[in-house]
């Protein structure tokens, strides 16, 4: 409970605290004062509405994808893999062994203008001779999916290991082909992995900025992240920043929830 009350009531109670203060009439820069001005929150809600809808949607986008990429893979792994698959998983969490920081700047070299990527792309005619990834939408998802790949593939994997082959076996013999097997029995079976998968991808996804700062562009890419990250930083308004972390962390709660009890497994709340 001490340790509960250390490293989250006490820093939660003080993020609540600053986001309702406000700068004395004359003061410097970083004094604010704690008057319980609650009108912060609609003040910058509404200043950042669209930020925080871009932040949910680069999430959202780069969740699904992440979902789409770590099925068939994790199954290949748990199910095809043989002796390869300590191999596999190895090379799963390599990326780890990297800094995040490391790993995202790759991606810019691998994504800007002159790469061999890009040459290849335009001379197969997917991309515009003047066209570009670097400093897009596209480029930052991107980023975010690669980056938290690993958070998605291992929880799906182990709930696929434990899935007894005999019941696809069963499937099998009532004459169910493999896509039905997979619809119906094995897909269902590693639902636990799969909204563990998509809730350890969206959340850090949605607060993340780096891949923003990167891969995007400093107006049409920003993600509130980044809007905190400037506003405790390098604008010195604290009631502002504390005012978007908290409605970043009731939103993702709220979203959380809603979606762990649509996909029917309030066990894990």
């Known amino acids: 409970m001490a340790w509960l009350a250390v490293f989250f009531v006490v820093p939660l109670l003080t993020l609540l605290s600053t986001s309702t203060q406000t700068r004395p009439e004359g003061a410097e820069i970083g004094v604010y004062t704690q008057t319980f001005r609650l009108a912060n929150y609609p003040d910058a809600i509404s200043e950042y509405l669209e930020v925080f809808v871009r932040s949910f949607t680069y999430a959202l986008i780069a969740t699904l994808l992440a979902l789409a990429i770590s099925y068939p893979l994790a199954y290949a792994i748990a199910f095809k893999a043989g002796r390869l698959r300590n191999i596999l998983l ?32 335009r001379w197969l005619h997917l991309l515009s001779e003047d066209g570009r990834i670097i400093n897009t939408p596209l480029a930052v998802v991107i980023g975010i999916t690669y980056n938290f790949l690993p958070f998605m593939i291992l929880p799906i994997y182990a709930s696929l290991e434990r899935v007894d082959p005999r ?3 069963a499937a099998g013999d009532l004459y169910a082909n493999g896509l039905t097997t997979l619809r119906k029995v094995t897909f269902p079976l590693s639902m636990p992995g799969v909204v563990a998968g998509t809730l350890l991808t969206f959340i850090p996804a949605a607060g993340d900025y780096v891949n923003a700062t990167l891969l995007g562009d400093p107006v049409r890419t920003t993600m509130v992240g980044n809007v905190i990250d400037s506003r405790f930083l390098r604008v010195v308004d604290y009631p502002t920043a ?16 809603f979606y762990i009890r649509r996909s029917g497994t309030e066990e894990l709340v």
Do not use: C, G, H, Y
């Not at 799963?92 to 790469?115: C, E, G, H, M, Y």
């Not at 504390?242 to 959380?256: E, K, Y």
């Open 242 to 257: 504390a005012v978007l972390s908290v409605t970043l962390m009731l939103s993702i709660l709220v979203l959380v929830a």
């Open 90 to 121: 190895v090379l799963v969490v390599a990326p780890f062994f990297v800094s995040f920081l490391l790993r995202t700047v790759a991606w810019k070299q691998i994504l800007a203008d002159n790469s061999w990527v890009l040459d290849a792309l």
């Open 167 to 169: 019941l696809m076996e």
